[in-house]
């Protein structure tokens, strides 16, 4: 469930990442991409892109995303959810929060509470987040809008 959240999600961001810099380029609320950008953000067949070799370019870049913000419906109760997630290096951590600081030099800070999951890809094993040390290559994905809480934090190194 949450490889299928995180990866429609990520890619929403991603083929919205075009819109959403010419927003913030323009000042405007009203994004206008361009049919190139469009075409090769969604791999159609103008490109002459197969289904599979889509899927491939879009798990690519997921792979390069550094940061995203994207909104879920929960079909229940009709309520939406804000989500975040970055990739960069752990610029401050502590028992309560961790910093991250994304290669553009974005910094979000992300509050860590019982429900974290912290996950060491070096030994593909839970962590705790003492085992987190800044400088430490880490993805962290989270909820909220004001203040972000991280459902998961991942130590790359």
Not at 25 to 51: D, E, H, K, R, Y
Not at 78 to 99: C, E, M, N, W, Y
């Amino acid at each position: 469930m949450w490889k299928t959240i995180a990866v429609v999600g990520a890619t929403a961001a991603i083929i919205g990442g075009a819109g959403t810099a010419a927003v913030a380029a323009s000042g405007t609320s009203t994004p206008t991409p361009s049919a190139s950008s469009s075409s090769s953000v969604l791999g159609n067949s103008a490109n002459g892109a197969t289904t599979g070799a889509r899927k491939k370019l879009d798990v690519d870049r997921l792979r390069r995303a550094v940061h995203a913000t994207w909104v879920t419906e929960n079909k229940k109760t009709l309520k939406f959810t804000t989500h975040d997630a970055i990739r960069g290096r752990v610029s401050a951590v502590s028992p309560t929060s961790i910093t991250v600081q994304a290669a553009d030099n974005v910094s979000q800070t992300y509050v860590l509470n019982s429900a974290t999951r912290v996950h060491a890809r070096a030994n593909k094993a839970a962590a705790s987040i003492t085992d987190v040390k800044t400088g430490d290559p880490v993805w962290v994905a989270g909820t909220g809008t004001t203040t972000l809480t991280a459902s998961r934090v991942v130590d790359t190194k």
